[in-house]
């Protein structure tokens, strides 16, 4: 004897962070978080430089991960917001507040520490990359700064003139390499 089907199938609430539907696996927040993540790591890819990204747990030195070079790695931290405008508005930088533990291992490191802002210009996670026919368009864009020298009470402005392309990755090779060249 078979066992009953049930009529209806009870599907959680959304959590309180999510707009979508319950069945997703993951909020709102852990959706930006990622799609920071890969937006980084395509660039990277492009570019030909791998990222090793640390263990959501192992994350002790305040950072998101590694960008490989040949002579060494570069530190990589990541954040994704749709808190500001990829055009903006008239403003040159954005502004994050940099938590003082972060400050303190950043500034500790010996190999150059970069924290790079994903720039979401929608808030609505269905409008943050469009498909068409001919391909699939990012709504975002990503910006860096240096932040292993920064102050102890400084918060990280990342200049809008520093837009992050495979390019900018030859730039970082050339600043991890000064690292180890004699002064």
């Not at 004897?1 to 959680?12: F, L, T, Y």
């Not at 950043?106 to 520490?113: D, G, Q, S």
């Not at 996670?125 to 709504?139: A, E, F, L, V």
Request: charge should be negative; include cysteine; charged fraction near 30%.
């Amino acid at each position: 004897m078979d066992a009953p089907k049930p009529d209806r199938v009870n599907i959680p609430e959304p959590r309180p962070d999510d707009t979508h539907s319950a069945v997703t696996v993951l909020g709102d927040k852990a959706c930006k978080a990622r799609f920071g993540v890969a937006y980084v790591r395509a660039i990277f890819s492009q570019a030909g430089f791998p990222f090793k990204e640390t263990s959501p747990d192992e994350d002790a030195m305040a950072v998101d991960g590694d960008v490989d070079f040949l002579s060494a790695s570069a530190r990589i931290q990541i954040k994704c917001t749709s808190q500001f405008n990829i055009s903006g508005r008239g403003r040159a930088s954005a502004t994050w507040p940099a938590e003082v533990h972060w400050r303190e291992r950043w500034n500790k490191c010996k190999i150059p520490v970069y924290f790079v802002l994903v720039i979401l210009d929608h808030d609505d996670r269905q409008k943050w990359m469009s498909h068409h026919p001919s391909g699939t368009d990012h709504k975002s864009a990503a910006f860096w700064v240096r932040v292993d020298g920064i102050g102890q009470n400084e918060n990280v402005v990342v200049p809008k003139a520093q837009r992050l392309t495979i390019e900018t990755l030859d730039q970082w090779e050339e600043e991890v390499e000064e690292c180890f060249s004699p002064k």
